[in-house]
């Protein structure tokens, strides 16, 4: 069996550490089981939020939705990908566009493969990062950019990542580009963006349409702790 796991709100809280209890469980789950993670997160991110032990524990981490690969302190791939002049020109009217009020700074990450953008910014403390959440939760601000963003960039793709992003990588570079190495099935994967524009959908689809194995939602790290134990 291959355990496949997403972080931010699977492992961990969104962009905040993993409990200390939990890490102590998912170590040991980790140490005795083919354990994958796939993020949206850099690998330094990854490593802040689940400790540099519990990233070398697992068997391959894949960073940046797949497009920076990584077994414990070995580089595997990186996806060259950079974002077009006038994606990131539209990136930016959308920021104007926005009726969210508070703005943090570092609205477009640059990460290998992809990118992530945030209205709030990622300079965002949590408070500023919850505010924003919930009022995306009845605004629907993200799952519109992602739509607009995939309607007028079509070799492009983005999808709602996290409590305040939306990621956007070139078509394909998605989570979903990491099947290629289960196609050989026995997988079980847990995640909490499962939604129709969540950037976990795409692996969740190619899962189930190659018949690999099993897809698990999850409510959060908590909810991952309880159906795995």
């Keep these: 069996m291959k355990y496949i796991f997403d972080v931010d709100g699977t492992l961990t809280?969104?962009?905040?550490?993993?409990?200390?209890?939990?890490?102590?469980?998912?170590?040991?789950?980790?140490?005795?089981?083919?354990?994958?993670?796939?993020?949206?997160?850099?690998?330094?991110?990854?490593?802040?939020?689940?400790?540099?032990?519990?990233?070398?524990?697992c068997?391959?981490?894949?960073?940046?939705?797949?497009?920076?690969?990584?077994?414990?302190?070995?580089?595997?791939?990186?996806?060259?990908?950079?974002?077009?002049?006038?994606?990131?020109?539209?990136?930016n009217e959308e920021l104007l566009e926005s009726t969210f009020p508070v703005r943090t700074g570092t609205h477009i990450e640059e990460r290998p493969g992809c990118v992530n953008f945030s209205i709030v910014g990622r300079g965002a403390n949590q408070t500023e990062r919850l505010v924003y959440s919930d009022w995306d939760t009845i605004k629907e601000e993200r799952k519109g950019i992602a739509e607009r963003f995939n309607k007028?960039?079509?070799?492009?793709?983005?999808?709602?990542?996290?409590?305040?992003?939306?990621?956007?990588?070139?078509?394909?570079?998605?989570?979903?580009?990491?099947?290629?190495?289960?196609?050989?099935?026995?997988?079980?994967?847990?995640?909490?963006?499962?939604?129709?524009?969540?950037?976990?959908?795409?692996l969740a689809d190619a899962i189930e349409k190659n018949k690999l194995g099993t897809v698990v939602e999850v409510l959060g790290w908590e909810d991952t702790w309880k159906k795995l134990t």
Aim: glycine content about 8%; some cysteine; charged content about 25%.
């Design 152 to 202: 007028k960039f079509p070799d492009l793709q983005a999808f709602v990542g996290g409590i305040t992003g939306v990621d956007i990588s070139s078509k394909g570079s998605d989570k979903s580009q990491i099947i290629r190495d289960f196609m050989d099935g026995d997988v079980v994967f847990f995640g909490d963006r499962l939604d129709p524009h969540g950037n976990d959908r795409p």
């Design 59 to 91: 068997k391959r981490v894949y960073n940046c939705a797949g497009n920076d690969v990584y077994e414990g302190d070995i580089s595997i791939y990186t996806n060259p990908w950079t974002l077009p002049l006038d994606a990131r020109e539209h990136l």
């Design 13 to 57: 809280p969104s962009r905040k550490k993993i409990d200390p209890d939990f890490l102590i469980f998912f170590n040991s789950f980790a140490l005795a089981n083919e354990v994958y993670l796939v993020t949206g997160s850099d690998r330094d991110k990854t490593i802040e939020q689940i400790t540099h032990l519990l990233y070398c524990n």
